[in-house]
């Protein structure tokens, strides 16, 4: 498996979720990792960006509400996801990160996440 996210599923607003994406090492090892999300309609977005020495990043509307995490051992990214607002309702994906990771080919099967009362 190259790419795999999961964990996604339907939670109500202010709920929590954790997903959990296992790359391959080709694509893991010595790489930023970054988490995207797909809503209906829009294009896919950087969420969260975590290097490979660990440092972190994240787009404004989710700052304070998600943590991007690695386990460089089990070549695996978290995406912990609290105060979940409907707008974050998306299919979410990880993949590398680059600096043009738009052309980007292969994203794997992503996750949905769907954040609804």
């Known amino acids: 498996v190259q790419l795999q996210a999961s964990g996604g599923g339907l939670v109500q607003p202010g709920g929590s979720l954790r997903l959990s994406c296992a790359a391959s090492r080709s694509i893991f090892s010595l790489n930023h990792m970054g988490w995207y999300r797909q809503a209906p309609g829009k294009q896919r977005e950087l969420v969260a960006v975590?290097?490979?020495?660990?440092?972190?990043n994240y787009v404004d509307s989710v700052k304070g509400r998600f943590t991007i995490s690695r386990d460089n051992a089990k070549n695996t990214v978290y995406l912990q996801m609290n105060s979940l607002k409907p707008e974050d309702t998306a299919v979410y994906y990880c993949?590398?990160?680059?600096?043009?990771?738009?052309?980007?080919?292969?994203w794997g099967q992503g996750t949905l996440v769907t954040v609804s009362s």
């Open positions: 975590i290097a490979s020495g660990g440092s972190t």
């Open positions: 993949n590398r990160f680059v600096r043009d990771w738009r052309t980007l080919n292969y």
